[in-house]
């Protein structure tokens, strides 16, 4: 499809394959990731910085070792299937979340480093080890060694703390589109979001941008697209309401630090009858045991505040999902580009 004026660069055919690192292990799309999930037990300490000062300083010490796309994304491949099939607590659900964010450096963390980054006890990382089968943190960490790629992360010593979190996003970019290798569960969300009228599209603090985004476009083509932005008693009601409109599939965009509101809701919606599709930074996100459909895109870590481009690019690709799904996408972009065209909307 096409169109000019404020709708971008036009709506294509379709997902297509992956233009990334080929093949790869199964940790992308997750279907059905309800049974990894739970709830944070981080408390918010008013700055939605994925991880506080700590995690921080570490981030940036090791933003550019994943400049190394094909190796980071292994890794995290190899790291989620080590979790997989495991009965985790939710703070060992918190570990393992980090250490999947953090694929590149989590063979060379110490127990006290892992720790800090999670925001846990240093005794609970010994219990997450045992949990996975292993004797203690050594043994996980020797693990994690000797199936990590023979070859390290190129040298980045050249790199500033700005470039290593550029290269860092650009890797989690790559990581995305070998997840998308498999399209069909963005195809399947696309299509659950083109039948839902309307369509409720949830995102609370530092996702408030990404699902504003996604409701803006998507209005261009969906007949009814509502935006929850705000928490509160109001929440339950504006779902109640979609509900009662007709809703059928609600899409979430969940990013760290998860609000408890965010869990609390997606929760609620699932009772409600809603079928919940969720973007969130990994497989192992708080949000992950009330989804119906997870779709993982990993945040950047390296910067004092995280940084979203492949949720936001996720966003997109679910935006085009959803207009091949909706079969008057086309004529509603040129119903819009005629409006625009006869207000004189655009300067260009």
Known sequence: MSGDGDNGGGIGSGIGS???DGPRDRAGM???ARATGGPDTGTDTGADTGAGAGA????????????DAGADTGTAARLQKL?????????????????????ADAPFLSSVELAELAGVSQPSVTRFAVALGFDGYPALRRHLREVAPTEKPGDTGSYNEYQQAVQAEIDNLRHLAAALADPSPVIEAGRLFAASRPLPVLGLRAATAQAAGFSYFARKVHPDVRLL???????TDRIDAAVRAGASALLCFALPRHPREVVDALEYARTAGL????VADSAFAPVAHHTDLLLPAA????LAFDTACAPMLLGRVLLEAMCDALPDAQARLEEFDA????????VE
């Open 56 to 67: 921080r300083a570490g981030a940036r010490a090791g933003a550019g070792s994943g400049v």
């Open 275 to 278: 079928t919940v599709v969720t």
């Open 83 to 103: 979790f997989e099939g495991h009965r985790l607590t939710p703070t060992q659900r918190r570990i393992a979340h980090c250490m999947v964010r953090r694929a």
């Open 30 to 32: 997750t279907q059905g």
């Open 229 to 235: 932005d705000e928490g509160g008693t109001m929440l």
């Open 339 to 346: 409006r625009a065209a006869a207000r004189g909307l655009f």
């Open 18 to 20: 992956a233009a990334g």
């Open 299 to 302: 945040v950047g870590t390296g």
